[in-house]
């Protein structure tokens, strides 16, 4: 057994999350994209209290490993943030785990995301294309992506 074969998928809307889940959740994020990336922003935006946000995430028992979000844009767009994977995990597979799961959340709708530059080519891989100019988000450069299902 690898360290991917015993993780569960889980699947929540906001009020479903226990304050536990949540904090775990949140502390992944911050861990990674603030601490390690070492871009101090307001993580948490207030998006994820939305009625439509819905969480996804890999755990080990209760402790999540991999996570992402899909909020609903004004328009009805799905829009996907917050890809993240723990240190120890990566190279895994987890993200497109991820990826898969959110994409057969979304169903049919288009759906957006900002990639961070350097892993545009994973996001291809899901059927996003480029479609806009490199912007910088914090002091990370990412490109926005469209998927558009067929």
């Given at each position: 057994?690898?360290?991917?074969?015993?993780?569960?998928?889980r699947?929540?809307?906001f009020?479903?999350?226990?304050?536990?889940t949540?904090?775990?959740?949140?502390r992944?994020?911050?861990?990674?994209?603030?601490?390690?990336?070492?871009?101090?922003?307001?993580?948490?935006d207030?998006r994820?209290?939305?009625?439509?946000?819905?969480?996804?995430?890999?755990?080990?028992?209760?402790?999540?490993?991999?996570?992402?979000?899909?909020?609903?844009?004004?328009?009805?767009?799905?829009?996907?943030?917050?890809v993240?994977v723990?240190?120890?995990?990566r190279?895994?597979?987890?993200?497109?785990r991820?990826?898969?799961?959110?994409?057969e959340?979304?169903g049919?709708?288009t759906s957006v995301?900002?990639?961070?530059?350097?892993l545009?080519?994973?996001?291809?891989?899901?059927?996003?294309?480029?479609?806009?100019?490199?912007?910088?988000?914090?002091?990370i450069?990412?490109?926005?992506?469209?998927?558009?299902?067929?």
């Amino acid at each position: 057994m690898t360290l991917a074969d015993d993780l569960t998928l889980r699947v929540a809307a906001f009020r479903d999350l226990d304050a536990a889940t949540l904090y775990r959740l949140l502390r992944l994020r911050v861990d990674v994209f603030v601490v390690e990336q070492g871009d101090p922003y307001a993580e948490l935006d207030g998006r994820d209290l939305e009625p439509e946000a819905t969480h996804i995430w890999l755990a080990r028992d209760d402790e999540p490993v991999a996570y992402l979000r899909v909020l609903e844009d004004p328009d009805g767009t799905a829009r996907i943030g917050r890809v993240v994977v723990a240190a120890d995990a990566r190279g895994l597979g987890l993200a497109g785990r991820l990826m898969a799961a959110a994409i057969e959340h979304i169903g049919a709708r288009t759906s957006v995301l900002a990639a961070q530059s350097h892993l545009a080519d994973f996001y291809r891989r899901y059927g996003y294309e480029v479609t806009g100019p490199e912007f910088l988000d914090g002091h990370i450069p990412h490109l926005p992506m469209a998927r558009h299902p067929r």
